[in-house]
């Protein structure tokens, strides 16, 4: 701990090889120099130093404490306490911390507090304290180093100030990107007749666009379009691939009635864009993995024919009425946008009423949980907790998911979409 330098010690000598002090000369008037430099030194030194009582009464202070303060030196010595030139919480931690501390501990140092001084403007210090006893243990006096912090506390004001505008920058760009994610999705999923439809979409990250995405939307008077799946990347990168995605299939389903057709459709267009990067320079389409179907009516009453094709994403859950689940054997296929004549994998099914058809996003399958023996959520779990929620309605399998992914809270690191597709059971006649 820093201790103030006193004016009666004087420095120890260092004499030469075979000399004696007694035989240099000027040996006097080099004492009174050194004797006269240490005074000065603690005069006039770049820190403030003071010497008080037990009870904190000032009994000695440097001149440089003097002019910070801009007292006189015998309006101080003996007559006021170190805690009469705190600020008023400071006088408040003295009292309560810094004192007890310091009697228990014999030095405290480090302490940021606000001196008053004579004209009332406060003075930023960092105080630093030893306790001095005597031979018996008892408290004699406290000698205290007290450094200007004004600028420190200037760098932290602006640092501070900073902070707050990198904080309104964030919410700022936090309100913009929820913006341009609404934009990228259907603002509702629209009424089909017979069937029970919702989805869901969570963020994991409120300063990036996620690039997953979904919608489901009319292909003619008895046939639907589908499609869910998850853009390589975030940001502005991926918002314009999500985009392109949206108005590609949309088109391409109008035109080809096989899935595969347009997942076809989807990968010349990414490559397009790949090519015109290469061109350019310029950043464009990553890929995606994505599964696409459609959806007619069924031969049966109240069932429907749902045919899909994917790209590499992670394959749809079927939660049959009689409480059974299984994933769809669709598990494979490239991704859209990698290879010039990718392999799609084609899957149909019935949905009869009180089915349910779960499509995802493979940010709920790939979260992480503490404190288990797996790392990832997995597959498997998901289908455990497919099984465990049906039979369901589409809306409550949603909001099923919904509670899943609060509880993995954290663990959750990526954008999960979710479309849950329901043929409701037909209530009977009553004649």
Avoid at 289 to 303: A, L, N
Avoid at 310 to 318: E, F, I, Q, R, S
Avoid at 393 to 412: I, K, M, N
Wanted: include cysteine; charged fraction near 25%.
């Amino acid at each position: 701990m820093t201790t103030p330098p006193h004016p009666e010690d004087r420095p120890a000598r260092r004499d030469l090889p075979g000399a004696h002090p007694d035989d240099e000369p000027g040996s006097a008037a080099l004492g009174q120099s050194l004797q006269e430099s240490a005074e000065s030194l603690y005069e006039n030194a770049p820190c403030g130093y003071m010497t008080t009582l037990p009870d904190g009464r000032i009994v000695k202070i440097n001149t440089t404490l003097l002019a910070w303060l801009g007292y006189p030196r015998e309006d101080l010595v003996g007559r006021r306490y170190f805690s009469d030139l705190l600020s008023v919480g400071g006088r408040i931690y003295h009292e309560t911390h810094f004192a007890p501390l310091l009697l228990l501990h014999g030095e405290i140092g480090g302490i940021a507090l606000e001196l008053t001084a004579a004209n009332g403007s406060r003075l930023p210090v960092l105080v630093t304290s030893n306790l001095e006893r005597d031979a018996a243990g008892r408290p004699v006096l406290v000698r205290t180093t007290l450094f200007d912090a004004r600028e420190r506390r200037a760098y932290e004001i602006e640092l501070l100030r900073a902070r707050r505008e990198a904080e309104k920058e964030r919410e700022r760009l936090q309100r913009i990107t929820a913006v341009l994610q609404t934009t990228l999705l259907p603002p509702a999923l629209p009424q089909v007749p017979g069937l029970d439809v919702a989805a869901h979409y969570h963020i994991a990250s409120p300063d990036e666009v996620g690039g997953d995405f979904y919608d489901l939307f009319p292909l003619g008077t008895d046939s639907w379009g589908l499609y869910l799946g998850d853009v390589c990347g975030k940001g502005a990168r991926a918002a314009v691939a999500t985009s392109m995605v949206r108005y590609t299939l949309r088109a391409a389903a109008v035109h080809e009635s096989d899935p595969v057709a347009v997942l076809g459709v989807l990968n010349t267009a990414f490559l397009e864009e790949r090519a015109r990067e290469s061109r350019d320079g310029e950043p464009r389409a990553p890929f995606c993995t994505i599964v696409f179907g459609t959806i007619t009516p069924g031969t049966r009453t109240g069932s429907f024919v749902i045919s899909l094709a994917t790209g590499g994403h992670p394959p749809a859950v079927l939660m049959r009425a009689d409480g059974t689940a299984d994933y769809l054997p669709m598990v494979g296929g490239h991704p859209v946008g990698l290879l010039a004549d990718p392999r799609f994998v084609t899957a149909q099914v019935r949905l009869d009423p009180g089915d349910t058809l779960l499509l995802y996003t493979d940010g709920v399958t790939e979260a992480r949980i503490a404190d288990t023996v797996q790392d990832r959520y997995g597959e498997e779990s998901l289908l455990e907790f497919a099984r465990a929620t049906t039979p369901a309605t589409a809306t409550d399998t949603v909001t099923a998911v919904r509670q899943l992914l609060r509880a993995l809270g954290s663990g959750v690191q990526d954008d999960v979409a979710v479309t849950a597709i329901h043929a409701p059971r037909r209530l009977p006649s009553t004649g």
